[in-house]
C-alpha cells in the first residue's frame, strides 16, 4: 500500500523568502509518480508539478521545484521568492504508474502562510 | 480554471435525504475519479471510471453509487445521507489510461452540507 506523510501541519515564511514543504512516501511499486497540488482557502485543487521515479533530474516549474531523494523516500517542495498569494494548503500525493491511470493517494497537508 | 466542471458548487440538505453530484471532465479525458475531502479522513479516493466502466473503486460507501455516461460525465450519488457526510466532493479527470505520467486535474469541487 501507498501512503504519504506530511509532517509540517503548519508553516510560515516571509514574502520573498524560499520555503520548503516536506513530503515523504511510502510504496512497494517500482514505478510511481509524486506529486504536489494547492489548495487555497477557495477550495480548489491546483496541480503545481509532478516527478517520477525513474526521472533522471529534479522537477522545475516556475517557481516550484521538487527535490527528490529516491533513496530516502522523500519529494520535498519548495517554493522560491514567496508570495502573499502562495498562502495555502499544499497537499504531497502520488500514484502507481505500472498500471495505467490509477487513483492519488495524499498526505494529510501543510498549511503555508506567507508573512508581508 | 482546470477545464474540470463540478455542479452544484454547494449543496445543502437533511438526514435521510439523496443527492446526485455531477462533473464533467476535460475535453478528451477518459478518466473520471471522485474523492472526498473531510476533517477527519482527509482527502480520500472513493471510485474511478475509465470511458464508461468502473476502474477502481477505495472507501466508497455502500450508500454512495456512481455512473459515467456515454458522454463521459459522471455523476455521484449519494443517499441515506448521514451528518458525517458532510464534506467537500472533487471530481478530477485525466486523459488516455496508458500516459504515464497522465495528471489528475480537480474540478472545483462540491460542497455537501448535511443538516
Known amino acids: 500500500a501507498q501512503k504519504i506523510t506530511q509532517t509540517q501541519p503548519g508553516m510560515f515564511v516571509q514574502e520573498k523568502e524560499a520555503v520548503t514543504l516536506d513530503c515523504t512516501y511510502d510504496?512497494?511499486?517500482?514505478?510511481?509518480?509524486l506529486f504536489w497540488y494547492k489548495q487555497p482557502s477557495s477550495g480548489e485543487m491546483i496541480f503545481l508539478i509532478y516527478?517520477?521515479?525513474?526521472?533522471?533530474q529534479n522537477a522545475t516549474e516556475g517557481r516550484y521545484s521538487l527535490n527528490f531523494q529516491k533513496a530516502r523516500k522523500s519529494a520535498n517542495l519548495v517554493i522560491s521568492a514567496s508570495q502573499l498569494g502562495d498562502s495555502a494548503m499544499y497537499f504531497c500525493?502520488?500514484?502507481?504508474?505500472?498500471?495505467?491511470?490509477?487513483?492519488?493517494?495524499f498526505g494529510k497537508g501543510t498549511r503555508l502562510s506567507v508573512i508581508a | 480554471d482546470s477545464g474540470v466542471t463540478q455542479t452544484p458548487k454547494h449543496l445543502i440538505t437533511a438526514t435521510g435525504q439523496r443527492v446526485t453530484l455531477r462533473c464533467s471532465p476535460r475535453?478528451?479525458?477518459?478518466?473520471v475519479y471522485w474523492y472526498q475531502q473531510s476533517l477527519d479522513q482527509g482527502l480520500q479516493f472513493l471510485i474511478q471510471?475509465?470511458?464508461?466502466?468502473?476502474?477502481a473503486k477505495g472507501n466508497i460507501l455502500e450508500r454512495f453509487s456512481a455512473q459515467q455516461f456515454p458522454d463521459l460525465h459522471s455523476e455521484l450519488n449519494l443517499s441515506s445521507l448521514e451528518l458525517g457526510d458532510s464534506a467537500l466532493y472533487f471530481c478530477?479527470?485525466?486523459?488516455?489510461?496508458?500516459?504515464?505520467?497522465?495528471?489528475?486535474?480537480f474540478g472545483p469541487g462540491t460542497r455537501l452540507t448535511v443538516l
Open positions: 500525493a502520488m500514484r502507481d504508474l505500472s498500471s495505467g491511470n490509477t487513483p492519488l493517494v
Open positions: 510504496t512497494s511499486d517500482p514505478s510511481y509518480g
Open positions: 471510471y475509465y470511458n464508461g466502466e468502473e476502474r
Open positions: 478530477a479527470s485525466s486523459g488516455a489510461a496508458q500516459a504515464y505520467t497522465d495528471t489528475q486535474y
Open positions: 475535453s478528451g479525458d477518459l478518466s
Open positions: 516527478q517520477g521515479s525513474y526521472d533522471q
